[in-house]
């Protein structure tokens, strides 16, 4: 049996992985996949594949990207979700801020340096026209220290996946003012480079799982009823994520990783230009 640690975010773009877990579909390949829930994020997810504590993470795009450019032996092996991260942009339910205008210039809460909740707050003060190098962070850790930072008012906004932060809009300890899709495909699965030289088979098995997993998981029967329950959302909430959200068996293409770069360069998130084969690698 052969051990491999995989880590991601505890939402719900990765109940496929966990319903495999849970029928055996890794171990009946020879596979002890052991799954870690880091509701930290991106930026402890780059960390723990620095470390060695995780041989795989399904990660946001632009955060892995970033962190392998300044030197994370990694490789980005296949994208997961290809549709956008729809980003909310939350304020403390209480406060005086009601359009994306009164935040320009406040404090944004963000889990930690290299999150993705913030690169995306750079994204988002860019698409507004303001000066990146004003942006002023908090850092929270997790949704939970976002809610005491803005309860606080030590921080003034915070940008997490809007539906994971809908049941905190709906009992109003935030309220949603806008929101900010990612501009690229947002989950993609990374392997650290010495897993892929030792076990290319058993990763490649480990994405076929998956692959199928995903293919048909929106026509399980009463998914959303699931998905609902275990993630304490609405089922009306469910049904429209569903609606928007695309899961990918394919690799990301050198165009798309082009353009992720060419951004995240112009956002100064980056100081330079990967090669598609330092970043990517197929299995």
């Known amino acids: 049996m052969k051990t491999i640690k995989i880590a991601g975010v505890p939402e719900h773009f990765n109940l496929p992985w966990h319903l495999s877990i849970e029928n055996k579909e890794f171990e009946s390949q020879n596979i002890d996949l052991q799954w870690t829930d880091v509701p930290e994020g991106t930026g402890k997810m780059c960390q723990m594949l620095r470390d060695g504590e995780t041989d795989i993470a399904v990660i946001l795009t632009e955060g892995i990207v970033k962190d392998i450019v300044a030197g994370n032996p990694t490789k980005i092996v296949q994208i997961y979700v290809h549709s956008p991260l729809i980003w909310g942009i939350h304020v403390a339910a209480k406060s005086n801020y009601n359009t994306l ?17 913030q690169l995306m707050a750079y994204v988002n003060a860019n698409n507004q026209g303001w000066e990146t190098h004003k942006l002023q ?61 030792k076990e290319p088979k058993t990763i490649r098995k480990i994405l076929d799982i998956i692959n199928k997993k ?48 060419n951004q995240l360069l112009k956002l100064k998130i980056i100081n330079k230009i990967g090669t598609f084969d330092e970043i990517v690698k197929t299995v």
């Open 214 to 261: 995903t293919i048909a998981f929106k026509s399980i029967p009463d998914i959303d009823s699931v998905l609902a329950n275990k993630y304490h959302q609405k089922t009306a909430d469910i049904q429209e994520w569903l609606s928007l959200t695309e899961w990918s068996q394919e690799q990301l293409t050198e165009e798309m990783l082009n353009n992720i770069q």
């Open 137 to 197: 962070f908090e850092i929270v850790n997790t949704i939970d220290g976002a809610v005491e930072a803005l309860t606080n008012e030590t921080a003034d906004y915070f940008m997490w996946e809007r539906f994971m932060t809908k049941p905190l809009v709906d009992k109003g300890i935030f309220r949603k003012i806008a929101d900010c899709p990612t501009p690229w495909p947002c989950f993609v699965i990374a392997v650290r480079d010495e897993i892929l030289e």
């Open 101 to 117: 205008k009164d935040i320009k210039n406040t404090k944004v809460a963000i889990s930690r340096l290299g999150s993705g909740s």
